[in-house]
C-alpha cells in the first residue's frame, strides 16, 4: 500500500500530516473510528474492500469516501463461471464418485443466465459468457444497457427471471434490502436442473431454505464461494450434500488482491492530487 501511494505521486505521513487515509486493516472497522476521532481533518479514506457493510456506521458525510467496488471483479467473476460450469456439467457429483457414473450434465452453451447485481463482477461475467452464446439477463437496481447483457431489469422483477435459467449468479452488493433475497419462494421458481452460485454474500441466501431445496432437489445444486455463516461449520449440511460445491471465500485470495488493490490505491491518489473524481465513491444512502 505504501509504495502504491508512492507510486501515484503520493508522501506517506504521519497522521496529524496526512490529508487522506488508505485503511489497511479491513476486519476492524472499530479501529478505524479510533482512527478518524484522532484525525478529524482527513478528507477522504479509501478502503480495501468492495463491500462496505462493516464500515456502514462509520461512513459519514463529512469525508470523501471510496472502496474497492469493481477492483477484484476478474477473479471473482472467474471463480463465479468455474462453479456455474462445474454444477451444470455434474462434476461435483463426479468428483465425489468411487465408480464410473452414467452421463449427466446441462450444456451452458446456448443457454440460459440470470445475474443478480450490475456491478464490476457482472461486467466481467458478460464478457467472459460471450463465447457461450447464451442469453443473459441482469438484475439491478438501475437499468441500463449493458454490453452482453440480452435482457436488464429492475430488482421488482426478479422473480420473471429465474423460471427458465439454467445458471442464476448472485453478484451483489449486501444492503437490508438484498439480505435473504433468495429465499424458498425464490428458490420454488427456478428450474430443477439448475444452479444457484453465489460469489458475492452469504447472507443474499436463506441457508435453511437453500439446504432443503438441495436435499429435495427443487434446484439442481449450489456453488456457494460464500456462506451465511461463514465460515461455514464443520459438520454443516452443505458440506455433505453431493449436489452443493462450497469453496472458502476465495474468489479473490490475498495474492490476486494486493497487486489489484494496489493498482486502484495509485489510480486513485493521483487522481486526487489533480483534483479528479475518484474511482469507486461510498454512496452510504444505497449501502455501497
Partial sequence: MAAAITDGGGLVSPLAEAHALVWGAPAKPQALVDVLEKAPHLKWIQLPWAGIEPYIDVIDDDRLWTCAKGVY??????????????????????????????????????????IIGGGGITEVLLSLLVPFDAHVTVVRNR????????????????????????????????????????????????????WLVN???????????????????????????VTEPEPLPDGHPLWSLPNCIVTPHVGNTPEMAQPLLAERITANVRRWAHGEPLIGPVDRSLGY
Avoid: K, Y
Fill in 73 to 114: 471483479a476478474e477473479p471473482v467473476a472467474e471463480l463465479a463461471l468455474a462453479l456455474g460450469l462445474c454444477g451444470l456439467r455434474g462434476i461435483s457429483t463426479f468428483v465425489r464418485a468411487s465408480s464410473w457414473q452414467g452421463p449427466a450434465g446441462t450444456n451452458l452453451q446456448g443457454g440460459r443466465v440470470t
Fill in 143 to 194: 437499468v441500463r444497457p449493458m454490453d452482453g447483457a440480452d435482457v436488464v431489469v429492475e430488482s421488482e422483477h426478479l422473480h420473471n427471471t429465474l423460471p427458465g435459467a439454467d445458471l442464476v449468479i448472485l453478484a451483489l452488493a449486501l444492503t437490508p434490502e438484498t439480505e435473504g433475497i433468495i429465499s424458498a419462494d425464490e428458490l420454488r421458481l427456478m428450474e430443477s436442473h439448475a
Fill in 199 to 225: 460469489v458475492a454474500r452469504g447472507r443474499h441466501v436463506v441457508t435453511d431454505d437453500l439446504v432443503s431445496a438441495l436435499q429435495a432437489g427443487t434446484i439442481g445444486g449450489a456453488g456457494l464461494d
